[in-house]
């Protein structure tokens, strides 16, 4: 039995962001990065429907491990506008989604967990998506028992694997992932996570 995080332990903060776990409210910035193609280039190689955002929401939403494994908001402390989210979601392969049916409140997934991120492209190029991630994974290792995280990329995407690399993690070759078999993975262990001093 896994005990439940406090929520207030849920929500994370950097210099620059707050990170909390996602919310319904939180559908407008959901619909902002699923719907932008640009944001999605990467991902799915095209954006979602609004309608079919909404409806997958609930989903979203979930979370498991006692509230340790899910999707979190990332919000700019300076605005308090919301730019993106962050994830430790458990990798899908043979699937191209996730498996929500895997979070449960009270285990954690059978499967490889990864950080992940999407920010609106407004929030680009600014060192965002690296701070956030860094937070996350010191949450993981902090806060969970898990002793490795990975990432997944596409191949070209190599703006996202230049932050995993800031973050501590290393490539670890071609993988199936997301029902592809050429996916770049990366990863990082609890021990490399202390020694490379990447906290955040």
Known sequence: MIEPLHPDRLILKTKRLTIAPLRMSDLDLVQRLLCDADVMHYVTGEAETPEAVKRNLPNAVRRGAGGRIGFWSISDNATGS??????????????????????????????????????????????????????????????????????????????????????????????????WDDVDWFQVTRTEWHVKGTRS
């Open 82 to 179: 919301k730019i993106g989210d962050v994830i430790l979601m458990p990798v899908p392969i043979d699937q191209d989604d996730y498996d929500f049916e895997l979070l449960v409140p009270d285990a954690y997934p059978d499967a490889k967990i990864e950080v992940g991120y999407l920010l609106v492209p407004q929030a680009w190029g600014r060192g965002i998506a690296t701070e956030a991630c860094a937070r996350l994974l010191r949450f993981a290792f902090e806060e969970t028992p898990l002793t490795e995280i990975f990432a997944t990329t596409d191949p070209d995407n190599k703006k996202s694997q230049n932050v995993l690399r800031k973050c501590g993690l290393h490539a670890i070759g071609k993988r199936r992932a997301y029902a």
